[in-house]
């Protein structure tokens, strides 16, 4: 059986495209417990009554966990198959951590108005730390998943 992470064996697209709902269910799971539990700075829609906006912190929970399970399945098919490229699963997983965290940020924040991270007068710099850290997740995805191709088109070439 070969290596999992042998290049000539895996599947670069496959192996990030597994991990990327791994990453965005971890992301989910952090804000939520970080931030909605933890530190109570907001809910998922805080515009409601307490109870609706836990009632949306639980039906996050529930998207979170339906990423995960659909990120370990597509995880394990690949490991099972020897068809798995480590590199290019932790490129995936970084790269859906910071997808959602810029989601988040973008939509949930700013176009849907469902959050802030944080109610205060000046949430400009909580705004640019939340979305400049999920552009540089997004970033060092997409760099990680650069590097698997150039190591396995070089070994597999060379």
Known sequence: ???????LQSDLNRSFKATVPLGIGMMAAIDEVVFHQILAWHHFFDWGTPAFSLLSDGLLHSGELIFFVLGFFMFADLRSRSKLNRTSAWAGFVFGLGAFQLFDGIVDHKLLRLHQIRYVDNVLLYDLVWNVSGLLLLLAGYLIFRHAR???HYVAGG
């Open 150 to 152: 150039a190591t396995t």
């Open 1 to 7: 059986m070969p290596p999992l992470n042998s290049p």
